[in-house]
């Protein structure tokens, strides 16, 4: 097959962000068979953080350099879409999106973040058009929505909510990283094929490190922290779990590990118990000399990486409801799930002191990982869907939808009246 893959990101696997890690390996994956080329949009310090790790997967690059001025302008062009849109609604990127499809008949191209799904309108509906969610906007920001009085996030949700039921009509494939985001797709209406892929993400070998060698009393939070959800969740742990963890076990430490840390609040970095970590090129090693995970994510939406990664480092992983959402494993018995900070404390004052407990969740989350997660066999189901589609294109069963008629600002004005 030739592919095209528009992403919003530079896909990499020394990416600071989980989606990107995620791309690449993709791509990765469809490249030992197909031709995949890659149409990207990239600020310039992505570019410069990820070098050529990228170069060698793709048949050809094109890297549209977007600014802070660019994604301005996309909201000024775009008023009616919602930001999180807008701001990738860059005419450069159509016009070599326009350019590339001109050139080389494609069998699929694949739309790497439901923003950018905006552009499936502007492809042939000869190629199969592939969307693939991340996470799912209107809910990223309903969650927003409930976590702020602001007008502004309430009507942005509704803003999405009606684009995705729009832009989802220029799309002939989903998918999603989760059963439970595939659901959500499933509910914007439309009867489109739809898949899941399992996320790609690191993981650390269970003889690498005895669990005796772990640091004690040492708790992990990881995540790149120029992310809403991550520093909500690191302000929410240091205001109002930490100091009940404190006064029932004294000694511990807080690791606070991730990229941009630097812009962490000062009341969360100079907080008693907190040892920021900063970036970590070795996340997987770093995590075999944790004790305990806690992340305890009210923001953000889609299945959290951070999540599996804490697990299959044989981690007992604290989350809350939407830390653990889209992971079919057991309160319990794979993680333990806490809806207030009481009970988020609770859970992390019984491990620090039930060193049994502790090793018997963490090698049922490993155990949970290895036997329920495993991305090449996803993969390679996700590539026989593209190829049946292919196929069932290219022999008339399966029905052509229309190029979209309207522009992205049609769209968006028709929904707003």
């Known amino acids: 097959m030739n592919i095209l893959f528009l992403s919003a990101h530079l896909p990499s696997p020394h990416a600071r962000q989980a989606g990107q890690k995620i791309s690449y390996y993709l791509c990765q994956f469809l490249a030992q068979r197909h031709s995949v080329q890659l149409l990207a949009l990239c600020p310039d310090s992505e570019l410069e953080r ?183 969740a690191a302000k929410f742990a240091v205001a109002e779990i930490l100091p009940q963890v404190t006064r ?64 299959a480092a044989g981690l007992p992983v604290i989350t809350t409801p939407v830390g653990a959402e889209g992971i079919p494993g057991r309160d319990g018995v794979h993680f333990l799930i806490g809806r207030t900070a009481e009970e988020l404390a609770g859970h992390a004052i019984l491990l620090l002191r039930n060193r049994s407990l502790r090793n018997r969740i963490g090698e049922s989350a490993k155990e949970f990982i290895r036997t329920n997660y495993d991305f090449e066999s996803s993969a390679r189901e996700f590539e026989r869907m593209l190829m049946q589609c292919v196929s069932q294109r290219q022999s008339g069963k399966m029905r052509m939808n229309a190029p979209a008629t309207k522009s992205e600002s049609d769209i968006g004005a028709s929904r707003a009246r």
């Open 50 to 232: 990820c070098g050529a790790d990228y170069v060698q997967t793709f048949t050809s690059r094109t890297v549209i350099s977007v600014t802070a001025a660019s994604r301005l302008l996309g909201i000024v062009r775009a008023p009616f879409l919602p930001l999180g849109v807008a701001v990738r609604k860059q005419t450069r990127f159509r016009h070599a999106l326009a350019s590339a499809v001109r050139r080389k008949p494609f069998d699929v191209v694949i739309f790497d973040h439901m923003a950018m799904w905006q552009y499936a309108g502007h492809v042939p509906s000869t190629a199969i058009r592939t969307g693939i969610a991340h996470d799912v906007l209107s809910q990223l920001w309903a969650r927003k929505a409930n976590n702020d009085v602001a007008l502004a996030a309430r009507l942005e949700s509704w803003r999405l909510r009606n684009w995705e039921r729009a832009v989802i009509r220029d799309l002939d494939l989903i998918c999603a990283l989760s059963t439970k985001d595939s659901q959500l797709i499933a509910e914007l209406g439309g009867d489109l094929p739809r898949c899941v892929l399992q996320p790609w993400f690191s993981r650390a070998s269970g003889s690498d490190t005895p669990a005796a060698s772990r640091k004690e009393p040492a708790l992990i939070f990881t995540g790149a922290f120029d992310r809403d959800e991550n520093v909500d």
């Open 248 to 311: 029932a076990v004294p000694q511990f430490a807080f690791y606070l590990a991730g990229a941009s840390s630097e812009t962490l609040p000062r009341q969360v970095r100079r907080h008693a118990a907190v040892r920021v970590a900063g970036f970590v090129p070795d996340l997987r090693s770093f995590l075999l000399h944790m004790q305990i995970a806690l992340l305890p994510l009210r923001l953000g939406a889609g299945i959290k990486t951070k999540v599996l990664e804490c697990m």
